[in-house]
């Protein structure tokens, strides 16, 4: 079970954020530093809730939401074919 990755992006396993929080006895969001657990390609769209129970279940701190997770579009929409560099 200690195996079990928890964030995908950044292979981040159960074992090795409890491993962190125990070692360096630190708060929740050290220990997201400390294993770059949710902040891989997703921002932790996909792994925050789970990384978040495990971090309370470990050291006892709920998560902070102080900086809200958000998707941003564009400004200004572009095509794909402009990204791919051809021209119209």
């Known amino acids: 079970m200690d195996q079990t990755i928890i964030c995908r992006c950044e292979e981040?396993?159960?074992?090795?954020?409890?491993?962190?929080?125990s070692r360096y006895?630190?708060?929740a969001r050290e220990v997201k530093l400390r294993t770059r657990a949710g902040m891989g390609y997703c921002g932790g769209r996909t792994c925050r809730p789970a990384v978040d129970a495990v971090l309370e279940a470990v050291t006892g701190e709920r998560a902070g939401h102080d900086i809200p997770l958000k998707v941003q579009p564009p400004v200004r929409p572009v095509s794909l074919s402009v990204l791919g560099g051809e021209s119209r």
Do not use: G, H
């Open 12 to 21: 981040v396993s159960l074992e090795d954020i409890q491993q962190t929080a």
């Open 25 to 27: 006895n630190c708060s």
